[in-house]
């Protein structure tokens, strides 16, 4: 059974690094064809895609972000991270991360988490 | 990027009315769509993957389907339990994209 958790800072202050875990079990990112995903939806908007990462350290960004994202992963310990440098408000969301397999994407999905960004 | 235009942007019927949620994809994305629903406080849960395929213990009256560029996730038979935000994905391109969601309420 796939399971996926997200943690966070829960708040954090405007030019700040926020750094997310991904901590899942039921598969492993050292196995081929699995990867991981994080999503992010700002308090009642839309879903908005960020970063995958998968078993062979592949990693895609959305550009949109410019260059602020760092996705990696810790097969040993199952955990996948994402890093987001300088943020501001707009940051402010629920971030999720989602279990990848090559032939299907975002089949399971953590519970997410919240973050505030604020002065 | 890909373009997802989804609509309508809400959407409210009655229970028993079958309902048809509707992405424009501005370029080809074969079958690289996924249907997702997610109820409110809830986490997105998959639904449809490959524009047409059921996920494992989703409703039969759900289903999928594909006319050229417009990707539709119908509900045959609206209940109650349906009601939740239904977001779209391209998948065969990156950046991935999303529609911008539609929030279907009971009359």
């Known amino acids: 059974q796939v399971t996926l958790k997200e943690s966070g800072p829960g708040i954090l202050q405007p030019s700040q690094t926020l750094s997310l875990t991904c901590t899942f079990s039921?598969?492993?990112?050292?196995?081929?064809?699995?990867?991981v995903g994080w999503i992010r939806q700002p308090s009642g908007k839309g879903l908005e895609w960020l970063a995958n990462i998968w078993w062979d350290d592949d990693k895609y960004y959305n550009p949109s972000l410019k260059n602020r994202l760092t996705i990696s992963k810790d097969t040993s310990n199952n955990q996948a991270f994402l890093k987001i440098t300088n943020v501001d408000t707009a940051d402010t969301a629920t971030y999720y991360c989602a279990h990848l397999i090559y032939y299907g994407l975002f089949d399971y999905w953590g519970q997410g988490v919240m973050v505030t960004v604020s002065s | 990027d890909i373009q997802m235009t989804q609509s309508p942007s809400s959407l409210s019927a009655s229970l028993g009315d079958r309902v048809t949620i509707t992405c424009r994809a501005s370029?080809?994305?074969?079958?690289?769509l996924t249907w997702f629903q997610q109820k409110p406080g809830k986490s997105p849960r998959r639904m449809i993957y490959g524009a047409t395929n059921l996920e494992d213990g989703v409703p039969s009256r759900f289903s999928g389907s594909r006319s050229g560029s417009d990707y539709s996730l119908t509900i045959s038979s609206l209940e109650s339990e349906d009601v939740a935000d239904y977001h779209c994905?391209?998948?065969?391109?990156?950046?991935?994209?999303f529609g911008s969601g539609t929030k279907l309420e009971i009359k």
């Open positions: 039921g598969f492993s990112l050292s196995t081929y064809g699995m990867g």
């Open positions: 370029q080809d994305i074969g079958n690289y």
């Open positions: 994905l391209q998948s065969i391109q990156y950046p991935l994209t």
